[in-house]
């Protein structure tokens, strides 16, 4: 099948799919004319790496689940070991994020919101010292 038929398939932009396979995490044959032509198991491994990257999982990441998912030798503990260290990254960014809602909360809680020039949120973003652990 051709790429735009790969890409209604799977949901993945024709772009999305021309990087995948320039970057070789898919290799589809080639038509006599050039074209690409997609086989049911390039089509599969497109809607695994959507669903993958659906997740936030890296290219990286995906690239070594991918090669994990097509070896029938696998170690579930490889896959396992590549999901925690994902879900590590996802905590440490939510925990990031509810900081700085925290932060924002209080100095929009701290402005008045008036017709006063006065503001402790344009204040903080102006401080030259700035913690943002």
Excluded: W
């Amino acid at each position: 099948m051709n790429i735009g038929a790969a890409a209604r398939r799977t949901g993945l932009p024709s772009k999305t799919i021309r990087y995948y396979e320039e970057i070789g995490l898919i290799r589809p044959a080639r038509d006599s004319n050039g074209y690409r032509d997609f086989s049911e198991t390039d089509v599969h491994k497109l809607a695994f790496l959507g669903r993958a990257r659906s997740f936030d999982f890296s290219i990286e990441d995906c690239r070594s689940l991918l090669a994990l998912y097509e070896d029938s030798s696998r170690a579930s503990g490889d896959v396992k070991r590549i999901a925690q260290g994902h879900l590590d990254r996802i905590d440490a960014r939510l925990a990031e994020l509810n900081e700085m809602r925290r932060t924002l909360s209080s100095l929009v809680d701290t402005c008045a919101g008036d017709g006063r020039p006065d503001c402790p949120i344009l204040q903080d973003l102006a401080a030259e010292e700035t913690d943002l652990s």
